[in-house]
């Protein structure tokens, strides 16, 4: 989550316009633009990404000089790098100087434009694609490019609070940097030294700012709920978080990111066989190789799918799917993370119930192995060994 900050002030939504005379007014303002890229950004949204960048190269043959069709374009790249995260070896080199060289462009075509008085749009599109080039950046963890692209991004978001037109929707951006530039050296003491690069910030007021954008903006609406979701659940505010990610997951159905966070909530939220049919249906667009249904939105889907039958008492349903997570997290390298645990933990616990002692030790091995001592789950699955000790 580290690279939020870096990208704090990045703004995903779509600027549309028409005539030519865009250097001296702003997009912003064009009522009948924001009706018409409704459409194509709710594709993208949708994961229906060729449809969308078909309508995203013709506004590049049609306003060849403006930032916003390139910055389009780019848009769509990240949310295809972002759906494949889940894939084995999901990082992809192509998309990623895809992405980069739109961001590129974009910022020349804003330079040009902001030097030509067009000082509204060009420093919006200076701020968004510097945000967007830091946040991937630091994804990849070159942490200096990425500082240096945060900072850039910090500069041309100046300019745009002079202009009353940018609110709601620079509360996305500000709400995003005030939040994380104090929650990131709660959770990574070590990036301090970068966190201190810029301005202090305020989770309180971040929050705020977001749930404004989020109930105001035009242009951020959909990013401002996305991002406000997640802070929900960092939170632990997960009745909030719940109804945002149903709402996200409900408008735009094939989105898999918005799916899993949806699922995952409602397991969180102890609606179990609500998260089991979500679940369920994502293991069916996975098995349907349906765009950005990948090996890891399997693995936790197997996981609470495995929850929902282990708690109506069907075991052999319940070891089929817990055993289907850990395969998935071992070919993705997360068996550390919390499903595989505790997957291990469960299979360790129904084995043991079923006096099958060699397969229990298995995973309660697997647990202790996986997890420092203090772990809650470490010190049951070291008891639980003791017991089999003590019966053998």
């Known amino acids: 989550m580290c690279k939020i900050l870096l990208s704090a002030i990045l703004i995903l939504s779509p600027f549309n316009f028409k005539g030519s005379s865009f250097d001296t007014i702003s997009i912003l303002k064009n009522i009948d633009i924001q009706i018409e890229s409704t459409s194509s950004i709710n594709k993208m949204y949708n994961f229906k990404f060729d449809d969308a960048e078909k309508e995203f190269f013709w506004l590049m043959q049609e306003y060849k000089d403006h930032p916003l069709p390139s910055f389009l374009l780019g848009l769509s790249m990240w949310w295809k790098i972002d759906a494949n995260s889940g894939k084995i070896n999901a990082i992809s080199k ?25 000082k509204i749009d060009g420093a919006f599109f200076l701020a968004a694609s510097y945000a967007f080039k830091g946040r991937l950046l630091a994804e990849r963890k070159k942490w200096t490019q990425s500082a240096l692209s945060g900072r850039n991004a910090l500069k041309y978001l100046k300019e745009i609070k002079k202009n009353d037109i940018m609110i709601p929707e620079i509360d996305f951006g500000n709400g995003l940097f005030n939040y994380y530039s104090v929650w990131i050296p709660e959770r990574y003491p070590l990036l301090k030294p970068i966190v201190k690069l810029f301005p202090e910030g305020n989770k309180l007021v971040g929050i705020e700012q977001l749930e404004n954008a989020s109930r105001n903006s035009f242009y951020t609406r959909t990013e401002s709920q996305f991002f406000l979701m997640k802070i929900y659940l ?23 990111i918005f799916h899993r966070y949806n699922t995952q909530l409602l397991y969180q939220n102890g609606r179990f066989m609500q998260a089991y049919n979500k679940a369920n249906k994502i293991l069916e667009n996975f098995k349907s190789n349906i765009y950005g249904y990948n090996h890891d939105e399997a693995r936790v889907s197997h996981f609470f799918v495995g929850e929902y039958y282990y708690s109506i008492f069907e075991f052999e349903k319940a070891i089929f799917n817990y055993t289907k997570a850990i395969e998935y997290a071992k070919i ?21 119930d079923r006096s099958e002692f060699d397969k229990s030790k298995k995973y309660f091995n697997s647990v202790i192995k996986l997890t420092n001592r203090k772990n809650e789950l470490n010190k049951r699955a070291k008891l639980n060994l003791k017991k089999i000790k003590e019966n053998s």
């Not at 192509?94 to 739109?102: A, H, M, R, S, T």
């Not at 505010?237 to 989105?255: C, D, F, T, V």
């Not at 390298?333 to 043991?352: A, D, P, R, T, V």
């Open 332 to 352: 993705l390298g997360k068996e550390k993370m919390g499903y595989n645990i505790y997957s291990n933990y469960y299979l360790g616990k129904i084995f043991y």
């Open 94 to 118: 192509e998309l990623d100087n895809k992405f980069l060289i739109q961001m590129d462009v974009t910022i020349d075509r804003a330079q040009k434009i902001y030097k030509r008085g067009s």
């Open 234 to 256: 960092s939170e632990k505010k997960l009745s909030k978080a719940l109804q945002l990610s149903k709402y996200l997951h409900e408008l735009y159905p094939l989105n898999s």
